[in-house]
């Protein structure tokens, strides 16, 4: 057989014995896709082999083929894995190739749950977490890559091999982009959602390590770290005042005068940030909030003003939202 | 000249603050935000407004994929062919445009090609049936279908869906969307849409889906794909109370519209649950701050981004604008959620909110979204449009049916204020026909029948409470662009519009 690539199924000899099948029977259909002589002639062949239900090595070239045209192609990738099963194909090939398609097919759902797939039968989670990273320096916001990395975690849930060096993976993707919210919420999920990882028993301490104050000074208007601050705290029963002293020093313009006492729980922002930051502002106004009386909504209020007619302007709605529930909060 | 410059710059947004340091995402955010504010309308715009939606050009980008097919680029949706027609035919709907009988027959005959023997619609013939193709293919069906043979409608066959439906159901309450596939809410989203419109609800079908929804809200309060299970090591069967059921993958804006509209779908099956069940819930207020947080700002013109620190893109007009108009059947926002209360907190909100930019007097208004419909009508009509046709991510990228609807059912949701109306909901209750002669026996266990009973009547009345703001349907004040821009307004939950959720429903509950 030569290489096959442009040689169609119909010229294949060792397709002869099989009938292609038209996608549409006596049927002129709206919306049809322009589809290339290659596809038409591979997925003709496809929907007969899912027919007669034919599961043999030919199949896996037949949906290697559609795979490699479209993958998004969810029945081929089905078809195959049936096959695989069913001949009892050398998995560990088949997921060679699939390291090849996750660079190719980054985008692709299935590219990552054929993976999960096989990984779930060879159970060899290990090497899968190198994988991982490398796609990653490719796609750091990879959705599929990331759920992928945190299943793995999670199923294999191995502690010594596959958690213990997941926090230093954290901060090396961070250390590359701070406002990487992928790697904030595998932080999330390593530290806190998944239960308790060795050597972090002592959640006072942990709490305290991971309160972010470093990354809020070094950029201190990113989203990402402002709303890990919020769920770690949220995560713990932690009221937001506790934090109050370091939030306040955002929330106003940066004074060049001012001395600061160094104090590695209260870094203060450095001559470069753009201050006041807003997420600074909204987190004090919930600080004042929480403090559940009269005072403290009124002082909230000021400041949902100020975003609303300053620092936050597109956000208006609701800012004027939780000025009105707040006020009616403290009425009842 | 020189003060002209300036007063044209300082008119100009900012740009998002970086603190001086960059990252891959402020780079790309900052080039992003250049090109969005070159397509602000120049300040000596001439006579064709910068804000109308050309409709014209739109319908004729469409009408050619229709009728002339879509070009080889889209063979990377071959597995996705009813979504296709769907995305079609609803912007047409959007926009009033209704197909001729000739090529609704020809529509209802390619999606019925697409039904699997085995039950549920494929991506195309010959393929394996899909959660998210079977909603695609039951909406499209709603809206070019018909009772009687023939018409699309009888031809669906609901049993057949239903036992594809129970076939995928996971343990910890999810679905697979097909055999061997992803779990993802997206798919539990397409299910509960189907088995709504088509009276195939039951418990069963059901069971333990609200606390898998709940347990894929993220800290940051918007929801992910889906979540990981612990069962109990001495009953594998049963989810271990009060063990980690961590969200996998981040807060996203399209997971987050199926999440939520998932959530309200349920809502006449929670309430139904017995009063010593555990009650599963979400942090609603989580939730607001996120969706609100996801709109971009001025620099980025107001459209929506689909989640934090990424760009914004159209098509998050409708998974995140669209999440706003569901909230309301949460209890969040609106009239008929708003508190009665005293003159003097009256007084009191009217003095803190005066001074505030829109706030201003009218503030009462508190039928308003949470959201900035203004800016995202704004975003959709500025940057949205492709000049040759068609709706789009974001300029330069070139438009595509998918963003095409999406921009569009964003816009009709910034235009249009839709609600759940508890009035709708009781009449609709009331006038239940418990006879239904097209009801199918999805064989209910006998402890089951009357709970079943009531989740259909509820259910059924739930989805068809849903009713246009009379005052603000009557009025064009809330359309950027005037009266011409104005689509028509689209169910919160199926994203059809309310005629077409009706008709359907209303077959299918023998009503
Ligand atoms: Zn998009």
């Known amino acids: 057989m030569s290489e096959g690539r442009a040689t169609l199924f119909a010229d294949r000899e060792e397709w002869k014995d099989v009938e292609p099948l038209e996608q549409y029977e006596n049927l002129n259909p709206l919306a049809p896709i322009l589809y290339t002589p290659e596809y038409k002639d591979a997925t003709g062949y496809f929907r007969a082999i899912a027919k007669s239900g034919e599961k043999s090595p030919r199949v896996l070239v037949l949906t290697e083929a559609i795979i490699r045209m479209n993958p998004g192609h969810y029945s081929a990738w089905q078809y195959r894995y049936e096959t695989l099963l069913a001949i009892d194909a050398p998995l560990d090939v088949e997921l060679k190739l699939m390291n090849e398609f996750a660079v190719k097919y980054l985008k692709s759902y299935q590219v990552w749950h054929h993976r999960r797939l096989l990984v779930t039968i060879m159970r060899k989670p290990i090497p899968e977490l190198a994988f991982i990273t490398l796609s990653l320096s490719e796609d750091s916001k990879n959705y599929h890559t990331w759920s992928y990395r945190q299943w793995l975690l999670a199923y294999f849930n191995d502690e010594e091999d596959l958690w213990a060096k997941e926090l230093d993976f954290v901060e090396r993707m961070l250390a590359q982009d701070i406002r990487n919210n992928s790697a904030w919420h595998h932080r999330f999920f390593v530290v806190w959602a998944s239960g308790v990882r060795d050597g972090e028993e002592d959640r006072e301490r942990v709490l305290k390590r991971e309160l972010t104050q470093q990354s809020i000074s070094l950029a201190p208007n990113n989203a990402s770290a402002w709303n890990y601050l919020r769920g770690i705290l949220n995560h713990n029963k932690v009221a937001f005042s506790s934090v109050a002293e370091f939030v306040k020093l955002y929330t106003v313009p940066y004074d060049a005068s001012r001395k600061d006492i160094v104090d590695v729980d209260l870094p203060p922002p450095g001559p470069s940030a753009d201050l006041p930051c807003a997420a600074a502002i909204e987190f004090l106004a919930d600080v004042y909030e929480q403090e559940g009386d009269k005072d403290g909504v009124q002082r909230a209020t000021e400041l949902w003003k100020s975003l609303a007619t300053e620092h936050d302007t597109i956000r208006v709605k609701y800012w004027e939202h939780r000025i009105r529930e707040a006020l009616e909060s403290v009425q009842s | ?511």
């Open chain 2, 1 to 511: 000249m020189a003060a002209e410059e300036q007063k044209e710059t300082a008119t100009l947004p900012k740009l998002t603050p970086f603190d001086n340091h960059p990252t891959p995402t402020s780079d790309v955010q900052h080039e992003t935000e250049e090109i969005l504010l070159e397509h602000l309308p120049s300040p000596d715009a001439t006579a064709q407004s910068p804000y109308a939606l050309n409709k014209s050009v739109h319908i004729q980008f469409l009408a050619k994929h229709l009728i002339k097919g879509l070009n080889a680029r889209y063979i990377s949706q071959d597995a996705s062919q009813p979504w296709l027609l769907f995305w079609i035919l609803q912007a047409f709907s959007c926009m009033g445009v209704v197909l001729d009988p000739d090529n609704c027959q020809r529509a209802i005959d390619k999606i019925l090609a697409c039904q699997h023997p085995a039950g549920g619609f494929s991506g195309g013939p010959g393929q394996a049936a899909h959660l998210l193709t079977t909603y695609a293919s039951v909406c499209a069906l709603a809206i070019i279908g018909r009772p009687g043979k023939g018409g699309g409608w009888e031809e669906i066959d609901r049993k057949a869906i239903y036992d594809f439906f129970l076939s995928v159901k996971q343990k910890d309450g999810s679905f697979l969307v097909a055999h061997h596939s992803e779990v993802d809410v997206r798919g539990i989203y397409c299910l509960l849409v189907v088995a709504t419109l088509l009276d195939i609800l039951t418990p069963e079908l059901i069971a333990g889906t609200p606390e898998f929804i709940a347990s894929c809200q993220t800290y940051e309060g918007g929801f992910s794909s889906s979540s990981f299970p612990s069962y109990d090591p001495h009953n594998p069967q049963k989810i271990l109370e009060g063990s980690p059921r961590p969200a996998l993958g981040e807060a996203h804006g399209g997971y987050t519209f199926c999440a939520v509209a998932s959530w309200v779908l349920l809502q006449p099956y929670i309430k139904l649950l017995p009063p010593e069940a555990p009650k599963p819930s979400i942090d609603l207020k989580a939730l607001l701050r996120w969706l609100v947080l996801m709109q971009g700002t001025e620099s980025e013109l107001g459209g929506f981004r689909g989640r934090t620190n990424k760009l914004v893109d159209g098509c998050y007009s409708w998974w995140c604008g669209g999440a706003f108009g569901l909230l309301e059947a949460l209890g969040v926002g609106g009239l008929e959620n708003a508190k009665s209360v005293s003159e003097e907190v009256i007084d009191q909100e009217e003095e803190a909110l005066k001074g505030l930019k829109i706030g201003g007097g009218d503030w009462v208004d508190i039928d308003d979204e949470l959201f900035n419909s203004k800016a995202l009508q704004e975003y959709i009509l500025l940057a949205g449009q492709a000049p040759d046709g068609g709706l789009r991510d974001k300029p330069p990228k070139a438009p595509d049916v998918y963003h095409t609807l999406y921009c569009l059912s964003g816009l009709s949701i910034a235009q249009h204020h839709v609600f759940p109306s508890t009035s709708k909901c009781k009449k609709l209750s009331e006038a239940w026909n418990p006879f239904n002669e097209r009801k199918i026996d999805l064989g209910v266990s006998s402890e089951d029948k009357d709970l079943n009973a009531s989740l259909r009547r509820e259910a059924y009345a739930a989805i068809l409470s849903w009713d246009e703001d009379i005052a603000r349907a009557s009025s064009y004040a809330h359309i950027v662009g005037g009266k011409d821009n104005r689509l028509n307004a689209t169910h919160p939950i199926t994203n059809l519009t309310m005629t077409h959720t009706e008709g359907i429903a209303k077959w299918a509950y023998g009503l």
